[in-house]
T-cell receptor
Framework: NAGVTQTPKFQVLKTGQSMTLQCAQD?????MYWYRQDPGMGLRLIYY???????DKGEVPNGYNVSRLNKREFSLRLESAAPSQTSVYFC?????????FGPGTRLTVL | EDQVTQSPEALRLQEGESSSLNCSYT??????LFWYRQDPGKGPEFLFT???AGEEKEKERLKATLTKKESFLHITAPKPEDSATYLC???????????FGTGTRLKVLA
């Protein structure tokens, strides 16, 4: 039982490059989330998916897109990376009222 | 607007010195208040969910309490392994989105 896995663990991009962050969970949860965590800002919700086939914007969705590929997988795409997107990204899946977080992806945009 | 404020930002305790962390919140209809622990370089780990004023939950040296405006995480006789950042989050009625505070960094000295 791996829980929530994220790839890659680290990534360095140049401004304007694109990339996709991958997330998968093996707990059969309906809900999945993408957050970013910045010093002094706490965890901020980017997008979430309440169930397979649905996605909704969170607090800071600009510059990101998501795909809920199936019940297990929820990906986050940066189409044209900007230095302001330098952050640590966490994926989470949730059974009602308990979120399980992945280990995070540390992204640097130069 | 839903908001979570945690205090203090940082706290240093001697081993065995009990204290409390505060989480003040404003939310339109509280569905739940959540406490997480986060170790450096890792994703948050679930601790407690509280649903209504007066509710209390305990786990080892930690006890969480809830009023209509705030929650406290009481740490009794802490040990160095309790050193971590403690995050508070709320979710409003009719939604499964979560709003996180910026956390309290706790350091327990041996």
């Amino acid at each position: 039982n791996a829980g929530v896995t994220q790839t890659p663990k680290f990534q360095v991009l140049k401004t304007g490059q694109s990339m996709t962050l991958q997330c998968a969970q093996d707990m059969n949860h309906n809900s999945m989330y993408w957050y970013r965590q910045d010093p002094g800002m706490g965890l901020r919700l980017i997008y979430y998916s309440a169930s397979e086939g649905t996605t909704d914007k969170g607090e800071v969705p600009n510059g990101y897109n998501v795909s809920r590929l199936n019940k297990r997988e929820f990906s986050l795409r940066l189409e044209s990376a900007a230095p302001s997107q330098t952050s640590v990204y966490f994926c989470a899946s949730s059974e009602p009222d308990t979120q399980y977080f992945g280990p995070g992806t540390r992204l640097t945009v130069l | 607007e839903d908001q979570v404020t945690q205090s203090p930002e940082a706290l240093r305790l001697q081993e065995g010195e009990s204290s409390s962390l505060n989480c003040s919140y404003t939310v339109s209809g509280l569905r739940g208040l959540f406490w997480y622990r986060q170790d450096p370089g890792k994703g948050p780990e679930f601790l407690f969910t509280l649903y209504s004023a007066g509710e209390e939950k305990e786990k080892e040296r930690l006890k969480a309490t809830l009023t209509k405006k705030e929650s406290f995480l009481h740490i009794t006789a802490p040990k160095p392994e309790d050193s971590a950042t403690y995050l508070c989050a709320v979710s409003g009625s009719g939604t499964y989105k979560y709003i996180f505070g910026t956390g309290t960094r706790l350091k327990v000295l041996a």
